[in-house]
């Protein structure tokens, strides 16, 4: 990555993908009386920490993305950025699915995908850009986190 930082490109990126998650979160309806309602396992995060997952990630993805395109020739980037809004899109419907509609069948395997989406733009934005690849990482866990939720919810419930 080149030492000047687009700032325009860097916080359109961020936002549009922050503004991806608010409306997700918006269409969850009330996150922690749907989340305390279920038979959670003991290794269930708090309800909080989707709030903050969401608002770390976004700001993580936004500056990946970012950072992956920046030493592409323009007509180049379209294909990091449909990568990059498949993944979010993933996430944005995981939220209302799981809390709104309590499809947490649906959920495990729309997390599955969305860690293969991750894993994929993750060896994408890497061979681009290092750090661009590592700050995906959280992305991943956090898929993986989701998708063991789901499942262990549908044992459960």
């Known amino acids: 990555m080149s030492g000047v930082i687009k700032l325009r ?3 359109t990126n961020i936002l549009l993908t922050t503004v991806v998650s608010i409306l997700s979160a918006m269409a969850s309806g009330p ?4 989340y305390h309602r279920l038979l959670l396992p003991p290794w269930a995060p708090a309800a909080e ?10 700001l993580f993805m936004g500056t990946a993305c970012y950072m992956a395109t920046m030493n592409m020739p323009k007509p ?14 993933l ?5 209302p699915l799981f809390f709104r509609y309590g499809n947490f069948t649906l ?6 995908l969305l860690a293969g989406a991750v894993l994929a733009n993750m060896f994408s934005f890497w061979q681009l850009d290092t750090r661009a690849g590592m700050l995906l990482i959280p992305a991943l866990c956090w898929a993986i ?6 499942f262990d919810i549908v044992q459960l419930n």
């Open 91 to 95: 996430l944005a419907v995981w939220a």
């Open 145 to 150: 986190c989701i998708a063991c939720l789901a």
């Open 9 to 11: 490109q860097l916080v």
């Open 76 to 89: 180049k980037r379209w294909y990091i950025y449909i990568a990059q809004l498949v993944q979010i899109l």
């Open 107 to 112: 959920c495990f395997w729309l997390a599955v």
């Open 31 to 34: 996150i922690a009386d749907a």
């Open 49 to 58: 920490m989707f709030s903050f997952a969401w608002t770390v990630l976004a």
